[in-house]
């Protein structure tokens, strides 16, 4: 009897050991690093100074502009894939494989193969170039077009993160039982209400997951950021960096990274919260 | 309100296999007309493109005389009940029931008033708030039902809606959906490889084989005069008897005992003597006595086996096995040989090639 009711804490026992070493463990150095100083004594110096600095504000605004662009364009474009792969068309199954290459590359690569468009002498340039639109190189990458630094964010983000959410909602779909949809037919509901009334109620699970595993990954982007604007948009993610490697002050840096880790888990709980699914609601 | 529903020539197949061929099938307004068959006859493809859930490769289908072949499921006036119940797990009882009506933009007031009524009618009305996830298979299989004949469609169809209830609830079930068909009038399709829910609901049933129509008729018909040997045997509990008998000059003879047929039948089957044809009788017409008369027909009882209302014997004659019901009192040993005589109107002979009924009147 007695081993019965400890077989499973025994069972979950290197889950737990992995978890003190490789997070909890991390964690509280981070925790320590932000509030304690060299010496020992508690401050909250790190974090006046963090606010106070003369990015943090732009590295907010940016890291949350880019959030809320990215994550819904990402969700609606998955969504829409989504559904058409799952009318099972002849090449179904090939199509959601090319769509799904993109998981396989690095988030420095994807930045990286964007520049090489949209840099100076970048094929974007020797397009417009030979095709006589212009006659010399446009600086898409630079501080008099952020628009444009903002948008090959965006875009190469969109291009390389777009299929994990894909994958969810697909998986998602599937699980929605063929009856489900044909029964919504037969009761007379349209294809758009059939999508808002049955389709979307029922993939609420899988959207919530989509959505909280790339906003955290929004949030904490940076490796694309830094591989197409450098420094010239700044995210809280990069501060971090920049804090740890150039300005080599591992207090404010690990006072970013506690940031974004309190604003993380505000964002899942949100997320829990306003997509909850009542347990007598599924299926 | 209910319609007339006119198949012609329906064919579909499903990757170069034939599902339905050239069916042709009217089923009147108000009818609950029983598509019967085994699994893979073809009786839930047909269905489906009444429903418009699947298209046709060839043929028209006609609901009240207008042609809806080309046309999506919400605008053919029908309704469907799937085996699956496929109640909405989001919504509770009330969404799920008023579900057909919110879809074509009803006033709130109109659809609660339709719901609770319908939810009246299906004894369901105390459940309106409840989830799916918290009902019974059989408080949903209502609730499936509600949810659609609330819309009032002209054709309800209905896909082996009973087959995932159990037998008890099965037998009540079957009950409240005849009543329910009194009380709206609607006309009903209804697929089930369940003879018995067929002879008991059905006002027609089509019995389905390889994707064709085999007979269309009335239970009773269906049970006494099957078209062929496959329906006989496909329908009644236990199936119909085959015996091989040969004609004679005057009727048939089954291992040498003369086997009394009716009169009108002696013209048919002058021009048959000497031929082996099938005879089919169903264990209630088969008379059953301990003690053989001179002349009769005996058989060797196998085994006996007590079914409290009546008793079900297995015979064996030459090479032919007999299922018989008898009185439960009767006293019957297992190898004793006893004699048999046939009801003659009861008597129904088949082509031993083809199978199919030879019909003499």
Not at chain 2, 57 to 84: C, E, H, L, N, W
Not at chain 2, 97 to 113: A, N, Q, T, V, Y
Not at chain 2, 207 to 232: K, S
Not at chain 2, 339 to 348: A, M, P, V, W, Y
Request: with cysteine; glycine share 8%; hydrophobic share 50%.
């Amino acid at each position: 009897m007695k081993t019965d009711r400890l077989l499973p804490y025994f069972l979950i026992l290197p889950t737990i050991i992995y978890l003190l070493i490789f997070v909890f463990a991390p964690l509280s150095k981070a925790v320590g690093l932000a509030f304690l100083t060299d010496e020992g004594r508690f401050t909250l110096g790190y974090f006046e100074r963090m606010f106070s600095d003369g990015r943090f504000l732009e590295a907010l605004k940016y890291t949350f502009l880019l959030t809320i662009t990215i994550v819904p364009l990402q969700l609606i474009t998955a969504l829409l894939i989504a559904l058409l792969i799952n009318t099972r068309f002849k090449g179904s199954q090939l199509f959601l494989y090319i769509c799904a290459l993109p998981l396989g590359i690095a988030d420095l690569a994807a930045g990286l193969i964007l520049l090489s468009i949209f840099t100076q002498h970048g094929h974007l340039n020797s397009i417009l170039y030979h095709l006589g639109f212009i006659e010399k190189p446009f600086y898409f990458i630079s501080y008099q077009h952020m628009g444009f630094v903002f948008l090959s964010i965006v875009l190469a983000e969109h291009w390389r993160a777009t299929a994990i959410v894909l994958v969810i909602l697909v998986a998602g779909l599937q699980m929605i039982s063929k009856d489900l949809l044909e029964a919504a037919d037969v009761l007379g509901a349209k294809p758009w209400q059939k999508l808002w009334h049955v389709i979307l109620p029922l993939l609420k699970p899988s959207l919530q997951s989509a959505l909280i595993i790339r906003t955290i990954f929004a949030l904490q982007m940076f490796a694309v950021v830094l591989a197409l604007g450098g420094e010239i948009i700044p995210v809280l993610a990069g501060e971090a960096y920049f804090w740890y490697y150039i300005y080599r002050n591992n207090h404010i840096s690990a006072a970013y990274a506690l940031l974004l880790m309190v604003i993380s888990i505000l964002m899942t709980w949100i997320y829990l919260r306003f997509l909850r699914t009542r347990s007598e609601m599924r299926a | 309100m209910a319609a007339e529903i006119r198949l012609e020539g329906v064919t579909k197949s499903f990757g170069g296999i034939i599902a339905v061929k050239e069916m042709n099938l009217t089923v009147n307004k108000g009818e609950f007309l029983v598509l019967l068959g085994p699994s893979g006859c073809g009786k839930t493809t047909v269905l489906r493109c009444i429903a418009g859930l699947e298209r046709v490769d060839k043929g028209r289908i006609y609901i009240s005389g207008r042609d809806v072949t080309d046309f999506p499921p919400a605008k053919r006036a029908i309704s469907m009940v799937f085996q699956s119940y496929a109640v909405f797990p989001h919504m509770t009882v009330a969404q799920n029931i008023g579900f057909g009506l919110r879809m074509r933009h009803i006033p709130k007031m109109e659809i609660e008033r339709a719901v609770k009524e319908v939810a009246e009618l299906l004894k369901i009305d105390d459940l309106l708030n409840r989830y799916p996830a918290q009902l019974s298979g059989g408080q949903r299989q209502r609730v499936a039902v509600a949810r659609a004949i609330v819309t009032r469609p002209a054709v309800l169809l209905m896909d082996e809606p009973l087959s995932n209830l159990d037998a008890l609830l099965r037998l009540r079930m079957r009950a409240e959906l005849k009543r329910l068909h009194h009380e709206i009038g609607t006309t009903i399709i209804y697929v089930t490889h369940d003879q018995i829910e067929a002879l008991s609901l059905g006002d027609r049933i089509a019995v389905m084989l390889n994707g064709e129509i085999v007979q269309v008729n009335t239970p009773t018909q269906i049970y006494d005069r099957p078209a062929d040997r496959f329906v006989g045997g496909f329908i009644g509990t236990p199936p119909m008897n085959f015996l091989k008998a040969t004609v004679a000059a005057d009727g048939l003879m089954i291992r040498g005992f003369p086997i009394t047929v009716p009169e009108e039948w002696g013209k048919g089957l002058k021009g048959m003597i000497g031929k082996v044809v099938l005879l089919g009788i169903r264990a209630e017409n088969i008379m059953v006595h301990p003690e053989p008369k001179k002349g009769e027909l005996t058989a060797e009882v196998i085994v006996s086996e007590p079914m409290g209302s009546q008793q079900l014997l297995t015979l064996q004659v030459g090479d032919d096995v007999l299922k018989v019901t008898t009185r439960p009192d009767l006293r019957i040993q297992p190898k004793q040989v006893i004699g048999l005589s046939l009801t003659k109107d009861k008597i129904r002979l088949f082509d031993k090639e083809t199978g199919k009924a030879l019909m003499f009147d």
